[in-house]
Nanobody
């Protein structure tokens, strides 16, 4: 059974930091392609940071320079370091995997077949 399990969400004041982790299990021949998405109330889910098939990190403009995505060598764990958080970063954050992607397609919902349950991030001003 495929599972993507996120952890590390929470509440923080603006300017603070959080680190999210996603552990993947249950499927073999895993490509590097994994990503973080987020969805705020009343908004569409958006891709914000991912690692493509070649191991290249891809970022949405909204988080570039503040967030850093990394993946361990086993490709089991995807980590998102979030610094200088802003209230507009408040959302449910989801991990996605099980796709093949190159470049910006690492941030497309349709790329991925598996999703985690999400972890909440709340940033107060």
């Amino acid at each position: 059974q495929v599972q993507l399990t996120e952890s590390g969400g929470g509440s923080v004041q603006a300017g603070g930091s959080l680190q999210l982790s996603c552990v993947a299990s249950g499927y073999e021949h895993r490509s590097r392609c994994m990503a973080w998405f987020r969805q705020a109330p009343g908004k569409e889910r958006e891709g914000i940071a991912g690692v493509d098939y070649d191991g290249i990190s891809i970022y949405a403009d909204s988080v570039k320079g503040r967030f850093a995505v990394s993946q361990d060598d086993s490709k089991n764990t995807l980590t998102l370091q979030m610094d200088n958080l802003k209230p507009e970063d408040s959302a449910m954050y989801y991990c996605a995997g099980g796709g093949y992607c190159s470049g910006i397609s690492a941030l497309y919902e349709g790329t991925f077949g598996f999703w985690g349950q999400g972890t909440q991030v709340t940033v107060s001003s």
